[in-house]
T-cell receptor
């Protein structure tokens, strides 16, 4: 069974600084997706960034980037120039790449990120 | 385009009752998934429906059931409610597994069991 582990229950960062959230996962599959989702107090789960396992290049979306280490099964999220609006719970998630199967997302337990003004 | 819409927003029930939660996917999306998020934890997969057929089922008891309608909207039903069913229930939609696009989530239904 696939598992996702986030070992940092809480993190804090000064506004405008950089912070890195950690995630490790366990799978026997070779073709899959990894995601970071953000859940503010408004509770909607918002996609931050997606990485396809077959791509060696790390994904980036504006101030958000990942460090994907497939052999180590590690998938960390770096947030640069942190802003007050980045404060939220961040969830790492995994999904098998499939054409005909299901789209089940396996989530970690989350990291609560606090931005210090 | 409207996002994923869920109703109701909040719901209070008592033990033993039955509840129905509803989800309307984004226009053009044919896949709907349901997740349960207990306070302080990550979401847990309950069901996925694609083109009105069940494509996946998580480790939940038979008290949980779901269906998808011809317009791709979906209902999640929970019978014989227990205190442990108190959670945020999230619905997510996508175009389907063949498209390999990310799922988009609704705001969820907060279910409280007294």
């Amino acid at each position: 069974a696939q598992t996702v582990t986030q070992s940092q229950p809480e993190m804090s960062v000064q506004e405008a600084e950089t912070v890195t959230l950690s995630c490790t996962y366990d799978t026997s599959e070779s073709d899959y997706y990894l995601f970071w989702y953000k859940q503010p107090p408004s509770r909607q789960m918002i996609l931050v960034i997606r990485q396809e396992a077959y791509k060696q290049q790390n994904a980036t979306e504006n101030r958000f980037s990942v460090n994907f280490q497939k052999a180590a099964k590690s998938f960390s999220l770096k947030i640069s120039d942190s802003q007050l609006g980045d404060a939220a719970m961040y969830f790492c998630a995994y999904r098998i790449r499939t054409l005909f199967g299901n789209e089940k997302l396996t989530f970690g337990t989350g990291t609560r990120l606090t931005i210090i003004p | 385009d409207a996002g994923v819409t869920q109703s109701p927003t909040h719901l209070i029930k008592t033990r033993g009752q039955h509840v129905t939660l509803r989800c309307s996917p984004i226009s053009g999306h044919k896949s709907v998934s349901w997740y349960q998020q207990v306070l302080g934890q990550g979401p847990q997969f309950i069901f996925q429906y694609y083109e009105k057929e069940e494509r996946g089922r998580g480790n939940f008891p038979d008290r949980f059931s779901a269906r998808q309608f011809p317009n791709y909207s979906s209902e999640l039903n929970v019978n014989a409610l227990l205190l442990g069913d108190s959670a945020l229930y999230l619905c997510a939609s996508s175009r389907g597994p063949i498209e390999n696009q990310p799922q988009h989530f609704g705001d969820g239904t907060r279910l409280s069991i007294l």
